[in-house]
């Protein structure tokens, strides 16, 4: 069973559009996270949600947008898509704010002609 | 701006030699200190985590945390073939898991 997943793997889109990417835990965890991998393998925090509250919002562009419908549950919609929105994206859980072991899901490789 | 650097490699090491990967870190206030490990297209996952200074052995691995000098270390004894990854070093500067990753270390064991 998966942990952590993410729906789709792959998403290739021009710019301007708008796009959304799912994720789902089954492990019972409180707290999901949003990250961006950019092509230098930098893997940077960009929002996490605690029980469907958003708890950490990073210095990104206001085009993206979580959303947590249940505490299984967090999206991110990115509207008019830009070349340099082009990166992986992962989601991750982990049990609580304060827990520190996070698991990764397997990623969504976003490409932005 | 809390960072965290580490060598960007590759390191190469022969099969069964010892790889030694190193990160440091900016801010003195840190709590908690990871290893992840990443096969290229795929997603971090954990090795190890340490929070207190000394060692903490698991198996091949071995972190190693010096909050005075501010680096953690990550140790593989008898290195695989099945090693060669990117390990991320992330440190947790307190509250609300702001976890800071390093940019990786990209390990080659040579067979």
């Known amino acids: 069973d998966t942990a952590v997943s993410q729906t789709p793997k792959y998403l290739v889109t021009q710019m301007g559009n708008d796009k959304s990417i799912k994720c789902e835990q089954n492990l019972g965890h409180d707290t999901m996270y949003w990250y961006k991998q950019d092509s230098k393998k930098f893997l940077k925090i960009m929002f996490s949600y605690n029980n469907k509250e958003l708890i950490i919002n990073e210095t990104v562009p206001n085009r993206f947008s979580p959303k947590s419908p249940d505490k299984a549950h967090l999206n991110l919609h990115i509207n008019s898509l830009e070349l340099g929105d082009s990166a992986v994206y992962f989601c991750?859980?982990?049990?609580?704010?304060?827990?520190?072991?996070?698991?990764f899901g397997p990623g969504t490789r976003l490409l932005v002609l | 701006q809390k960072e965290v650097e580490q060598n960007s490699g590759p390191l190469s090491v022969p099969e069964g030699a010892i790889a030694s990967l190193n990160c440091t870190y900016s801010d003195r206030g840190s709590q908690s200190f990871f290893w992840y490990r990443q096969y290229s297209g795929k997603s971090p996952e954990l090795i190890m985590f340490?929070?207190?200074?000394g060692d903490k052995e698991d198996g091949r691995f071995t972190a190693q945390l010096n909050k005075a000098s501010q680096y953690v270390s990550l140790l593989i004894r008898d290195s695989q073939p099945s090693d060669s990854a990117t390990y991320l070093c992330?440190?947790?500067?307190?509250?609300?898991?702001?976890?800071?990753f390093g940019t990786g270390t990209k390990l080659q064991v040579i067979p």
């Open positions: 340490i929070y207190s200074n």
């Open positions: 992330a440190v947790n500067y307190g509250g609300y898991q702001k976890v800071t």
């Open positions: 991750a859980s982990s049990q609580d704010p304060l827990q520190e072991t996070q698991y």
